[in-house]
């Protein structure tokens, strides 16, 4: 049997300025889901202590909260580099949850390989989760036999996506209005964002602020140290060069939970 947690009511109140609506999930605008941006981080900005360490930063009652906003949203979505190091159930264990949310796996060049052994894969036939959509940038002719037969034994699915958006250092990558276009069209009305860096460094760039709903941060009390995996959006500046702050946040709140603290806000202006 796995953890089983709780989450109050009057904590959960304080979340709910920053979620999708309870009454039908939806977004402020109708055509996309609405959108969570939401992890967990170290006082140095770190979200991990190095690319494929899984390292725990919320305490009990913080993680409870990520439980509860994955009990809250229809999706949740990660990079591939995150499920290949944390091999994370991606699932919720609020004891009160009636649904569970869809992981979906950003893989532009179908990196993963699912077998039964996956954590998120072994939930799932356990009735305990949901398995993933794999967004990905290869044709679904050219994806191996094998790894569709065990996605789709599951419930799940590759879908294809254009990945040929320009990223930083000349990489090509997924636009986000076509990944949230993707996800509407398999009717997931709202999604948390959970990581890791370069998922979220890429949707705090400037000109993907509209689409970010809320943003809800747990900073728990630690530094990690330098070669983390550090949360920190590329620069911003004026027309004359001059660096300017690459993204602040709106309507914000701040809730201890245990020895974290949760940090709830708005991009859009
Ligand atoms: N503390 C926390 O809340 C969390 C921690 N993590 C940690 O973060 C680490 C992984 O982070 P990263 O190495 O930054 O990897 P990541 O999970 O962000 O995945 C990076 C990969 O995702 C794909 N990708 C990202 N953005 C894309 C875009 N816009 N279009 C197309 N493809 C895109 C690319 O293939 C890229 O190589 C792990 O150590 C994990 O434990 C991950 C999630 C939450
Ligand atoms: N909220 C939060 N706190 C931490 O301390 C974390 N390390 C993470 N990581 C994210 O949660 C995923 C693990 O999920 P499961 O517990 O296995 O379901 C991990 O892959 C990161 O996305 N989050």
């Known amino acids: 049997m796995s953890e089983q947690l709780t989450f109050a009511p009057s904590s959960a109140a304080l979340l709910e300025p920053y979620l999708p609506s309870l009454h039908n999930g939806s977004s402020p605008s109708p055509s996309r889901p609405f959108v969570t941006l939401t992890f967990a981080t170290s006082l140095d900005s770190s979200l991990s202590l190095a690319p494929g360490v899984r390292t725990r930063l919320s305490g009990p009652d913080s993680k409870a909260m990520t439980h509860y906003l994955r009990s809250r949203h229809s999706a949740i979505l990660v990079g591939i580099s995150t499920l290949l190091a944390d091999d994370p159930g991606l699932n919720c264990r609020i004891s009160s949850a009636t649904s569970q949310p869809r992981p979906i796996i950003i893989d532009p060049h179908l990196r993963w390989k699912p077998s039964g052994s996956d954590k998120v894969l072994q939930l799932c036939r356990k009735g305990q989760g949901l398995a993933p959509y794999v967004l990905t940038g290869v044709s679904i002719s050219d994806i191996p036999q ?30 986000w209005n076509d990944i949230l276009n993707a996800l509407e069209r398999e009717s997931l009305s709202s999604v948390m964002v959970e990581g890791g860096a370069q998922i979220i460094n890429s949707l705090l760039e400037p000109k993907y602020h509209d689409l970010v709903d809320s943003v809800i941060v747990t900073i728990a009390p630690t530094w990690l140290g330098q070669g983390g995996v550090v949360v920190s959006p590329g620069r911003v500046h004026d027309e004359n060069g001059v660096p300017l702050p690459a993204a602040r946040l709106s309507n914000v709140q701040w809730h201890p939970f245990g020895e974290d603290v949760v940090l709830c806000g708005t991009l859009r202006s």
């Open 146 to 175: 094998e790894s569709s037969a065990v996605l789709y034994d599951h419930g799940g699915k590759f879908i294809h996506a254009d990945s040929s958006a320009p990223g930083p250092n000349g990489r090509s990558r997924f636009d």
